[in-house]
């Protein structure tokens, strides 16, 4: 058959809906790399993945492997475009949606507002049944009321209804039960209960998360079962993966049930990809790095596993409570820092920069579509850092004249000179990514001199290296095709599936057994929706935490135990390694009974991801690569004369040192003075940072 | 500029990225808490709060939490600073004060903890914290009784020592302290809790100061106190200037009374015409009442900008010593907090007249501190429930009044989801909803309180509560109608009621409903300017009846 093949990614953002197809030679292993971006068509986004697989001149019919990722989910959650949603809970909490946690972060102000509910009192039913938090009915189920509560949803318009009992978590049964009788009663309505999505305790959270799912639901269904036939009808019949939030890939028929775990897909596969390169080049403790546009975002990587969990909120800041979906999330921070961050001096003199963004119109000054505001970009054009001759790649003609009055009206509002409040702005950026880098590693007692660097994103590798020297780190990585690296990450991405289960439990003689026997059961149920989605039994690999806490705590530490059944002698291994975690964590340990309080169940397997073929080294004589030099201001390592090599053609095997500058279409590569740089058979660099001199 | 040599080490972005660092570090120090803390008071109620003070023991920021906390380290570590000699303290030490009468402000069960950072061996600053502990002995399980007239009755009193020594634990500390609680696990783990969040802070802080030199660390400390008086003087210019005065009666009967003179520079307010101290625990230090005066200045001048020492420069408070607002030794003073959410309270309702477009109308201002305890039917282990209540918030200019949240008290604090409180305390909740019915009408209206009901297990379990603006309602502005108030009811098993509201160790037994009602917020407005469309809302969300809101809205 063919001696190709051939892998797709499609991710649609905001304005652009990007491709990227590896084509990889089964007899050579050399792929190569097409990509291809077309305008986002909003409210059919759909149209805009065909219309991108067609501009990039790909037979849809000659696709093997499509990965598709998209922000359908959240764009719906933020713009309030989804569905009319009916919620039924246990008599006597239908107002735990509005009642929600009480919280008011914005703790000094006395006119905070609430976040309204996404389900109105009138459309908030109840039933009578009871469970107890040990899963035995305490009151039997009665749905007596359930088709006159059906007729009213229907009269009011609703078009998802969600279902969400008290400690269902440990039972399901009387969830089953009312979704199958709605189902038989009202068979076109979308229908969520929260045992199909979460397994965990907090009824706020579960039934909030409930909600959103089944707010999202038609719009997601739609969307995908479109794209589906779109593809089909254009003779696609490969397989295609959707991505989701835990950094995995899952399939069409099980995203549309519960869309929810596409939430926060867009970071996930950049995140995927730092983790899979750390692998790839032997650095399995990683620090992962994302500039974008509007924001940066991190997360940490140990020894190869990123870190999932399920507290994840939507629109929470220091001025609102926002809304939990406990679903499977990489576990991330963002700041409001990227590229298009605007610098603004408040009424007190003080410089800022972000979180508000200049977006891609009118965008940073120097784009001359009319903006005055200063950004990081601006800034960094400013300083000789960025190519003001080869601006986006040579798309953009940078318009200095712009980002000079910018800048010069900013130092003027404090002042200081133009210089100056540009080397503010990248210090002020650097600090505030700092910060939010230190939140994964510092705070949860790593040391970051443990850590790489890997940074990605169209401003990663601009900063990479400031923010590795400030926090110690002796390697910084930039990935081959940095620009492209969440594509790539999606094509390296298992299907996957993160199970959350609750059970609380004293870790005492006997635990080992009662564990066991509940791993077995979420793998029996894994497995079975695996083998549902054509996957081999045998392919399936399986990963096991439990979630320990000392008895009485509240928050968990999460501890990884054998894949297999645990013998008499294993419990004292897991609690060893709980304390020891705990203290790393927390700087003590107690002598105090611990309980385990649930279990998290990573179940994955391969799906045809691309193979990395390593190219030999060659000479290490970079001057080839070099197009020259030009004056680059560093900010605090000052003003030097960098040489300007031209990413495209580093090659494996080149060494050189800073101070210097690589470009190529997509990223700008900085490397401060001190820095030695080499390629890797991948295309990787691999900056060596001189330690001690960060101030 | 790695040079350190005169202005070149102080540029003004240096400066501020070392501010932003201390709200960093702060925010550091309360994660770190919130995470490892024993009783649920702590982690999930969020009863606590972190800081990072200057050397002199002014507070230059502090973490997230609750707003009431945020004042209370300075005073804690100041009162150390006095104590000890400078060159007693070294690197290492960790001290600790409960006592309001040394440094404490709050009352016993709050154990302030706090530790002096060092670099290049100087004193350069203290990170502290302050959190409520389930129990430190006392006359009652969880301390609180409101049968105490002496501090003495009402737990261990640890009157700003020293808790670890250079990194020594002085065991014979935590020994005292383990002896004399109920639940000497929770207390040990709170504290280390503690112990580790101001560690982590204080190592942070070293290597800012180290990095960037002492001086220019200092300065920015100075600094950001400064700009946090500026933020406060450019908003109190822009405020109604001139003297406010309010009497207000209490549920009890006595009438508390405050004057407010505002000016562009200063914010004084006057307590001294108030009773003398209460013979029970519902008194306040005088440091408690600077607390509500410091949370309602704050309030008026940028709520979301940072607070520190400076942001609080322009108030003066005038207490009188000996009485309800400035309890003398040894006065009781477990309930403090009810006393001085009536003090906020009070100097809210006394300004919201006068700038209503600034404040809204009164909310049901309680912390609600509701104990619940016995024994488990399931595991036999004793637990005790101490949290706080959530309730309606008043109605302001062009909103209603939020529904379903602390007072203006607590911040960042959560409620107890059911499912763990049934499993975690063994009781079984009936229900946990919005309270509705008749009350805070207005063209704005209230929000809702809540209603919960706690089944009662296992016999022989207790129940203390201590509400206020349960007699006296949430109050109302510009026509508006008043609230509801706050209330607990004990449904027996043989079918008879009680009411209380403030009562400590009720006897409680198996089959009995415990019931918490909290109360609707007061009303803004004319309820006859109310858009009908918004009344046609509240009816079919069942908030109002249609025959009660035929009566009230139509003139």
């Not at chain 1, 390169?277 to 994302?290: C, F």
């Not at chain 2, 440094?103 to 706090?114: E, K, P, R």
Request: charged share 20%; hydrophobic share 40%; glycine share 10%.
């Amino acid at each position: 058959m063919s001696r190709k093949t051939i892998r797709v990614t499609t991710d649609v953002g905001g304005t652009f809906t990007d491709l990227v197809c590896f084509e990889t030679d089964h007899a050579t292993g050399e792929s190569h790399v097409l990509t291809a971006k077309s305008d986002t068509t909003p409210p059919n986004f759909e149209q805009g993945v065909l219309n991108v697989i067609e501009k990039a001149g790909i037979m849809a019919s000659t696709i093997d492997f499509l990965a598709h990722g998209t922000t359908v989910v959240i764009n719906a959650l933020t713009e309030r475009k989804g569905a009319k949603v009916g919620l039924i809970s246990t008599e006597g909490f239908r107002d735990i949606l509005e009642i929600a946690r009480g919280n008011r972060p914005d703790f000094f102000n006395l006119n905070y507002r609430k976040p309204p509910p996404f389900v109105p009192r009138h459309l908030r039913a109840e039933l009578p049944g009871r469970l107890s938090y040990k899963g035995e009915e305490s009151t039997p189920l009665d749905m007596a009321a359930l088709p006159s509560i059906i007729d009213m949803f229907r009269a009011e318009g609703v078009q998802a209804i969600a279902v969400c009992f008290l400690h269902s978590y440990t039972n399901s049964s009387h969830e089953q039960a009312v979704t199958a009788e709605i189902r038989r009663l009202w068979p076109e309505v979308s229908v969520v209960a929260s045992h199909q999505i979460t397994r965990e305790w907090r009824e706020y959270e579960r039934t909030n998360t409930t909600v959103l799912s089944a707010y999202v639901q038609p719009v997601a269904e739609r969307y995908l079962s479109r794209l589906r036939s779109g593809l089909t009808d254009r003779g696609f019949s490969g397989n295609l993966f959707i991505m989701q939030s835990n950094c995995g890939v899952d399939s069409v028929d099980s995203t549309s049930a519960t869309p929810i775990t596409m939430v926060e897909s867009g970071p996930a596969s950049g995140f995927w990809g730092a983790a899979e390169l750390g692998r790839m080049i032997g650095e399995p403790n990683v620090l992962a790095l994302d500039i974008g546009g509007t924001t940066a975002k991190c997360s940490l990587i140990e020894n190869g596993q990123v870190r999932i969990m399920t507290d994840y909120w939507i629109e929470r800041d220091r001025t609102s409570a926002g809304y939990p979906i406990m679903v499977p999330v990489v576990d991330l921070v963002e700041i409001g820092n990227g590229g298009g961050s605007i610098a603004w001096v408040d009424e007190f003199a003080k410089l800022h920069v972000g979180p508000k963004s200049a977006g891609a119109s009118p965008g940073p000054a120097a784009y001359g579509r009319g903006g005055t505001d200063a950004t990081t970009t601006d800034a960094n054009l400013w300083l000789g850092r960025i190519n003001r001759d080869y601006f986006c790649g040579g798309s953009v003609k940078a318009d200095m004249e712009a980002a000079e009055r910018a800048l010069e009206a900013l130092g003027a509002k404090i002042g200081i000179s133009t210089t100056d409040v540009a080397r503010g702005i990248i210090r002020i950026a650097n600090n505030n990514m700092t910060n939010a880098l230190k939140l994964i590693s510092l705070n949860r007692g790593f040391d970051p001199r443990d850590f790489t660097l890997v940074a990605f994103g169209g401003g990663g590798a601009m900063h990479a290296v400031a923010l590795g020297m400030e926090l110690g780190v002796r390697k910084v990585v930039i990935p081959a095709s940095a620009s492209v690296f969440s594509a790539w990450g999606m094509m390296m991405s298992d299907l996957r599936h993160d199970y959350f289960v609750t059970r609380l439990m004293d870790m005492a003689e006997g635990a080992e057994s009662a564990i066991g026997t509940l791993f077995a059961e979420i793998e029996a149920a894994a497995t079975e929706r695996f083998v549902q989605e054509s996957v081999p039994a045998e392919s399936i690999r399986f990963i096991r935490y439990v979630k320990l806490r000392y008895q009485n705590q509240e928050h968990t530490t999460e501890v990884p135990i054998p894949a297999e059944d645990l013998a008499a002698g294993h419990l004292a291994d897991i609690l060893a390694a709980f304390h020891q975690t705990y203290e790393r964590e927390y700087t003590y340990r107690l002598d105090a009974p611990v309980e385990m309080v649930g279990v998290h169940l990573v179940a994955s397997a391969a799906v045809g991801k691309l193979n990395m073929k390593e190219r030999p080294s060659g000479t290490p004589d970079a001057n080839g690569a070099l197009k020259g030099r030009r004056q680059v201001d560093y900010a605090q390592d000052g003003l030097h004369e960098a040489a300007i090599y031209n990413g495209d053609r580093l090659a494996s095997g080149m060494r050189f040192h800073g101070p210097a500058i690589v470009e190529d279409s997509g990223t700008t590569i900085v490397i401060h003075p001190g820095n030695t740089v080499s390629v890797d058979g991948y295309g990787n660099l691999h900056i060596l940072l001189v330690s001690g001199e960060a101030a | 500029m790695n040079d350190s040599t005169g202005q070149a080490s102080h540029d003004p972005i240096t400066l501020e990225i070392i501010q932003n660092s201390l709200q960093a570090v702060a925010d550091e120090m309360f994660a770190t808490m919130r995470k490892t803390a024993m009783s649920s008071i702590i982690y999930e109620v969020l009863d606590m709060g972190t800081g990072i003070l200057d050397a002199r023991g002014r507070i230059a920021s502090s973490g997230a939490g609750i707003p009431s906390f945020v004042g209370v380290l300075d005073k804690a570590v100041q009162v150390l600073l006095a104590k000890f000699p400078q060159e007693t303290i070294r690197p290492g030490d960790v001290f600790i004060t409960n006592d309001p009468y040394y440094g404490g402000v709050t009352h016993l069960n709050d154990l302030v903890v706090a530790m002096p950072v060092f670099a290049e061996g100087c004193l350069i600053a203290w990170t502290a914290n302050i959190a409520h502990n389930s129990d430190v002995g006392g006359m009652a399980p969880g301390s609180l009784s409101v049968q105490a007239t002496e501090i003495f009755q009402e737990g261990l009193r640890l009157p700003a020592i020293r808790l670890i020594d250079a990194g020594e634990a002085n065991e014979s500390v935590f020994a005292i302290l383990r002896c004399n609680s109920r639940m000497p696990n929770f207390l040990e783990g709170d504290l280390w809790a503690a112990i580790a969040a101001v560690r982590i802070g204080a190592r942070r802080l070293t290597e800012l100061a180290t990095k960037y030199g002492i001086e220019t660390f200092e300065t920015a400390m100075e600094g950001f106190m400064t700009f946090g008086e500026k933020v406060t003087l450019s908003t109190l210019a822009t405020l109604p200037h001139g003297t406010f005065e309010l009497d207000e009666e209490q549920d009890d009967g006595r009438v508390y009374n405050v004057k407010v003179t505002i000016s562009p520079n200063e914010f004084v307010v006057d307590l001294r015409n108030n009773p003398d101290q209460d013979v029970g625990p519902t008194n306040t230090s005088r440091d408690g009442a600077m607390i509500c005066a410091q949370m309602m200045l704050k309030a008026l001048c940028a709520p979301q900008s940072p607070a520190n020492d400076g942001t609080f420069r322009p108030i003066r408070l005038l207490t009188r010593e000996g009485s309800v607002f400035h309890a003398r030794e040894p006065a009781a003073i477990g309930f403090y907090f009810e006393t001085e959410v009536r003090v906020f309270d009070l100097i809210w309702r006394c300004l919201a007249q006068h700038m209503p477009q600034r404040l809204g109308a009164g909310h049901f201002a309680t912390i609600g501190g509701t104990f619940i305890g016995g024994i488990h039917p399931d595991t036999g282990r004793q637990y005790t429930i101490i949290e706080p209540q959530i309730g309606g918030w008043g109605g302001r200019e062009g909103h209603d009044g939020n529904s379903a949240l602390f007072s203006g008290f607590h911040g960042e604090t959560y409620n107890c989801p059911a499912e763990i409180s049934e499993a975690r305390n063994g009781l079984h909740i009936g229900r946990m909803a919005l309270h509705t019915g008749p009350g805070g009408e207005g063209q704005w209206c209230g929000g809702r309180g809540i209603v919960i009901d706690y089944g009662v297990r296992q016999d022989n379990s207790f129940l203390t509560i201590g509400y206020t603006r349960s007699r006296i309602m949430p109050w109302s502005l510009k026509e508006g109608h008043e609230g509801t108030g706050n209330y607990a009811l004990i449904l027996r098993c043989d079918g008879t009621q009680e009411r209380h509201a403030f009562i400590s160790g009720l006897r409680v037994d198996k089959g009995d409903v415990i019931r918490i009602v909290t109360g609707t917020g007061g009303g803004y407005g004319n309820p006859a300017l109310r858009d009908r469309a918004l009344v046609a809302r509240d009816v079919k969300n069942g908030l109002i009846t249609a025959e009660h809101a035929q009566r009230i809205y139509t003139t």
